[in-house]
């Protein structure tokens, strides 16, 4: 929208650049040349435009008014906050959004939500730039081209109707009318579809997740007989097991059993717990373990059998790795504080037999309690995604209403099956591949705009209310499924309000709740389902030949887009892979051998082929894999997500069917230049890091500052030191550190640090204050792996102050290196004399050319302009901010980075370093605090505490 009072000639007065800056959308159009059939094109569509905006009656006149008064409780420049979730395959992890002036601009975690704790997860971080996509869907489709909402409501009545109808053969009313969703806790929206299955009987119910934990729910249903789910606390196991598991970095409940596992790795502050972990291919479970055991696909069966015979049956180890039986003699010399957690990858069976080995472990009750499941039950369970393709495809369904899901581009054999299907429905916030290939489409809201509850790992229900009205129309879930009842519509509130109106019965308790984003006593109960002795003689998945006649591919979500949800958030496009540090691509992920028997580099390109499914794409050799396999990340490919994502990367959901060995061959041409921000060769280092500082507990135990370097202080010819009250500094735990990227990602959206596109990164011009680099130790088939969060150290003897030629990087009296953005004139001295490589420089006008609006950024930061250099301010405008609220209210000054709140195992430590009592200068005060290059003799605010690894003696190294 242009600012209130210009003139609405103005745009005819633009260059292009300047039209396409201010309105985005039409950025590829103007860079297009327009022949006479584009132009008719363009014409018939701003026409269909506009007939459908005159559907829409909106506001009577069509005008804005400037508000009088200001909002009840809106004061310009304080911000407010309201708790709300983010719901995650089907899970809810409370959030807090900050608005300013009623625009939601930042996500933090809800400390009072058990599954988020406080702290948040990429995915949540990178909310408000889809809130604010121009991408996202602005009105109703038929077959693809704009159509008005009331012709979808007649659609909608004619789809009613039929399924009502009498049929002569007496079957039910509403027999072929299906109902697609993904994973489903959200009570209200469960008895919304009850609802409607009870007025269409032969209706049917199908729950489908493109990245699901099937096997999992399964494995629990054949180990104790109910739905059931699996509750652990990391922080009371002293021995786990990771078999190829996403205990810390995606399951449900992930961000909370990051923090309980990190609150024991520090020998410092608590006893040490010992992690193993069996994977394939590299995790940050597998990351952060003391032990990190390479296995193929086949051996991965072998160690759950031989684990299963030697725990369940007490038969002694034979054959197999020469560590496994070390491992399971520490497993069960812990009796009760030990737990084995398998990933969602593994059939039911082996789910099961984990289970069986953790009731024998004794760790029920102690370190794990069985609940009541989170997923909502239905009186008739849910049918799956294979029996609706089968009836599809025999013509048994008449009418698919599919919910927010988009199994047209995740599901190889549902697109030829959906042209079965006379009327198809598919909701979502975007017009995505299922959209189009729907008969109708309708835009749903966004989850900041809608009315909810979802709940979270541990069943607790998350309520979930609007941060703004929509921005771009769309219709509630909620309503779209009473639509089908033909009742009146009613607001959604009203619904979810229903649904807990036994426990917040008036008014009070339901303002409280939203308050605390949370309804307390909601938690699963325990389940007192003894385990099926079934489930101890549950046959173990059949071991897999270890020499294949070819590489096994394994498929696995990216990280940040998942299942291609987030492919056209550029924020998750952009930030970088945590083992990789590959961005906007998703090469296939090859083992060292490999790459070295096909004469492979990172970039070239091969051919991936199983029977006649076959896709081009580049590699990139992955340290830490397994031989014999490669990885392909899914979500990628997209065909229609937008702007951003369209047409990025490779797209491998056509090889989820393909079973048995895949072909990897090079293929013709020249190497593809993939985007890395690691812009020099993978090392791998022989000797232990001096910047990445680690060692093991029994090194410890010897000399506890062992890795803090000589003592004494270093010697300078002068010492600057600042004479303020405050003093700002860090401290930085890498026993913590799971290298997420959660950090990075809260530092970009908190200080509107941009977006520079896929081939400004390959000329190494990635704008991140903050990056978590990463380090290998040992050899290129099983290394060590170690993070490091690397930023702007506030170096007291800052080397980049004493060349700037206009005193734009100085020192400020509380200790912080900061920068005078209006002084800077681009000559990069800084950059080129700071030795840890953390300053980033605006080469061209890189927020102008993102396609987010104004109103998305944080007011409280300035926005770069072009030849400016930037980086780290230890979010200096939250310590404006507390330093304002200490002169009025006469309180201490408590800073909390953004870094800092998002970080879910609270590897940062943030605060004032005169302050005794400080969390921070507790940390400083570690006898494993060291500071990163100190022969440089900058004296950096910035500290760390050294890695310890609790290794098994009885393990070789």
Known sequence: MPPLGEDARMPAMMSDRELARRFPQIETALSHTLDRRRVLKL????????????????????????????AQGVVPGVPNVYATAHVRDGYAEGILVTHQMGRPIKVEGNPGHPSSLGATDVMAQALVYDFYDPDRATGPLHRGMPASWPDLADAMQKMRAGAMAPRPDGTHAGEGLRILTGTLTSPAMGQAIEQVLAAFPGAIWHGWDAIGRENVTRGLAMAYGVPASVLVDPGRADVLLALDSDLLDSAPGHLAHARAFAARRNPVTATMNRLYAVEPTPSLTGVAADHRFVATPGMMNEVIG????????????????????????DLRAHHGRAFVHLGPDYPPEAQAAILAMNEALGGR??????VDSPLYQPVVPVATLDALMDDMERGAVRSLLMLDVNPVHQSPRFAAALQHVPTSIALSDRAHETALAAHWYVPLAHVMEEWGDARGHDGTVALIQPQAVPLYGGMNALGALHACLGQPLRPAMEMVRATWRDRLASSRDWHDALAAGVIAGTASPRVDAPLRQAAMRVASPA?????????????????????????NNPWLQELPRPLSKVVWDNPLLVPPDMARAMNLKNGDRVTLSHGSTRTQLPIWI??????????????????????????VGCDLYPFREASGPVQVLPAHGAAVPVACTEHHATRIDAAPSDVARHGTLAQFHDRADFLAGPSGAQEALYRREPDAPVAWGMSIDLNACIGCNAC?????????????GREEVLRQREMHWLRIDR????????PDTFFQPMLCMHCEQAPCETVCPVGATTHDSEGLNVMVYNRCIGTKFCSNNCPYKVRRFNYFAFAEREGRPAISRNPDVSVRARGVMEKCTFCVQRIAQARIAADRDGVGEHVVTACQAACPAQAISFGDINDPEAEVTRRKASPLTYAALPEQGTHPRVTYEGRIL????AIPS
Not at 550 to 556: E, Y
Request: hydrophobic share 40%.
């Open 43 to 70: 014409l018939g569509l701003a026409l269909a435009g506009g007939g459908v905006a005159g559907c829409d009656p909106g506001t009577p006149d069509r005008g804005f008014v400037s508000a009088v008064r200001a």
């Open 543 to 567: 071991p897999l030949s270890r020499n294949p006649a070819g590489p096994v591919l394994l498929l696995r979500p990216d990280p940040y887009l998942w299942d291609g949800r987030g492919a």
């Open 744 to 756: 990075v990602s809260a530092c970009q959206v908190e200080n509107n640090i941009p977006v520079v």
């Open 306 to 329: 031989r684990l299963s015979a030697h725990i369940l049956h007490d038969e002694a180890p034979s054959g197999g790795p020469d560590w496994l039986s070390p491992m399971a003699a």
């Open 365 to 370: 009750g102690r370190v794990f309690d069985v």
């Open 950 to 953: 609790n290794r098994n003696p």
């Open 775 to 782: 380090l290998y130790e040992g050899t290129q088939h099983a």
């Open 622 to 647: 992955q340290p830490g894999q397994a031989a014999g396999c490669v990885v392909g990340l899914l979500g990628w490919g997209r065909r229609h997500a937008g702007a951003t994502g369209s047409d």
